[in-house]
């Protein structure tokens, strides 16, 4: 693995100057939510605890309920329910496990916070998540450190921290703490319909001139050679300029954007980037994309009105109700823009992601990391993988497994890249900067933009902070 997660803990001052460089100590939500916690260490719950033993190691009161919510987005939610819930409750039968899910966690649950009475458990994900450095900075996440040295539910001999694949545990760290469980292993890369490329016999390119030529023999087939949707799923395509960039010029790329490093974003690597992709945008997509949801370009996609579309591994279970017979997805890494690209053309961004944290003010936190616990036995890894066609970060889990074509593409690029995969923080740790790229990288692909327009875009905003 590269060296982009060498560093990834956040010392107190730099979280404490993230979070209010973004607006995290200074808007009236995050206002509210100080307020209520008086300080990190007082309890606004009652709190169960039981009696530690060698298969309750955590200390969880067996008759507790325990709230758990999770996003339903592109996983689904049928891995908590017919998968985690069971798994829990095999141990605690007599435990009642209050489940619900939302579309926009942020609007559910921050009221819930605000009001001192946060669900035990939390799927913090989609377009609506709150933001996971002003959760730890106000002392409503759960240290985990006790959950992550427990003994795995179902692999002897290892805790639960040996049995995840390098860097997910490094992911969850504030303050060198693990406050985040970080539990999908996501792959990304242009997902295509190779049923359709085996049809048109279409060659897939490894270096930028492929591509370039490819996609041209795309469009004069009335095909849309390139598309990703820009109203609400911009980061598809940042993440392109940015795995792009990180071939060019190397991960460190990356971390020095996630050190919001000087210049960070001027970098040669990330102008090169922005200048190719920029012209992707203004040739061979749509400017109608950008108006357009993530489900409506994704559709065009099964429809075969669209070729290559960037996102993770999550894109076939989501599209798994809209995706014909016959449509075969596969995902190739992003093509080389140079001949001196620092990192290979199989170098990809694949990283923990799909955050789940315990609530430290709840009323059942131990319960809430037992949740976790089961989450990454080997056997609820592998019901999660067989019901969303994503990977876990617990080592292992899908041997065996008789898996999607989309699955199956998947782990055949993180076979080929080995060691050369990557991956940031910095869209979690400056809640604002993401938003702001968002709207750069739109106007960028669909607005005429330049590199370095976007580059001295995103440069000042980041400086800002």
């Known amino acids: 693995m590269t ?77 908590a329910t017919d998968v985690d819930i069971p798994s829990y409750n095999k141990l605690f039968p007599e435990s009642k496990v209050a489940f619900s899910e939302t579309t926009e966690i942020g609007k559910v649950v921050q009221p819930r916070i605000n009001a001192g009475t946060p669900p035990d458990m939390v799927n ?13 900075k106000a002392g409503q996440a759960q240290d985990l450190t006790d959950m992550f040295n427990a003994p795995s539910v179902d692999i002897a001999g290892k805790t639960v921290k040996d049995t995840l694949v390098p860097g997910a545990y490094e992911q969850g760290l504030f303050d060198g703490k693990p406050m985040v469980l970080n539990y999908a292993f996501t792959v990304y890369g242009l997902w295509y319909n190779a049923a359709l490329f085996k049809k048109n016999n279409w060659t897939l390119p490894k270096t930028w001139a492929e591509f370039t030529t490819l996609l041209d023999q795309i469009k004069a087939k009335g095909i849309t050679p390139f598309a990703y949707a820009g109203a609400n799923a911009a980061y598809y395509q940042y993440l392109a300029i940015l795995t792009s960039a990180a071939k060019i010029g190397g991960a460190e790329v990356l971390k020095a954007i996630d050190e919001n490093a000087d210049g960070a974003w001027t970098a040669e690597p990330v102008k090169q980037a922005a200048a190719a992709w920029a012209e992707i945008g203004a040739k061979y997509s749509d400017k109608k994309f950008s108006g357009l949801r993530h489900t409506e370009v994704q559709l065009q996609q099964n429809q075969d009105r669209v070729a290559f579309y960037p996102c993770g591994s999550w894109l076939e279970n989501e599209q798994a109700k809209d995706t014909p017979a016959g449509f075969e997805y596969a995902v190739i890494p992003m093509p080389s823009i140079t001949g001196a690209d620092k990192l290979p053309q199989t170098a990809i961004y694949a990283a923990a992601g799909e955050m789940y944290y315990v609530s430290s003010k709840g009323k059942n936190p131990r319960g809430g990391m037992e ?80 590199a370095d327009k976007f580059c001295d875009r995103m440069q000042k905003a980041a400086s800002a902070i």
């Open 3 to 79: 060296d982009v997660f060498t560093k990834p803990e956040l010392d107190r001052r730099t979280l404490l100057r993230r979070a209010a460089a973004v607006g995290l100590l200074a808007t009236p939500a995050v206002g509210m939510l100080s307020a209520c916690v008086g300080g990190g260490e007082e309890k606004t719950q009652d709190q169960a605890e039981g009696a530690k033993s060698d298969t309750n190691p955590l200390g969880v009161d067996p008759k507790a309920p325990l709230e758990i919510i999770i996003f339903n987005g592109g996983l689904g939610t049928k891995y």
């Open 124 to 136: 913090n994900a989609g377009a609506g998540l709150m933001d996971m450095a002003a959760i730890v």
């Open 371 to 450: 949740f976790l616990r089961h989450m990454l036995s080997k056997e609820a890894a592998a019901g999660f993988t067989k019901l969303t066609k994503v990977l876990t970060v617990v080592q292992g889990a899908a041997d065996g497994l008789t898996v999607s074509p989309g699955l199956s593409s998947g782990n055949e690029l993180v076979k080929a890249a080995g060691k050369d995969y990557f991956g940031y923080r910095w869209p979690e740790l400056y809640k604002k900067l993401d938003t702001e790229c968002q709207a750069a990288t739109n106007e960028l692909m669909f607005n005429g933009g330049t």
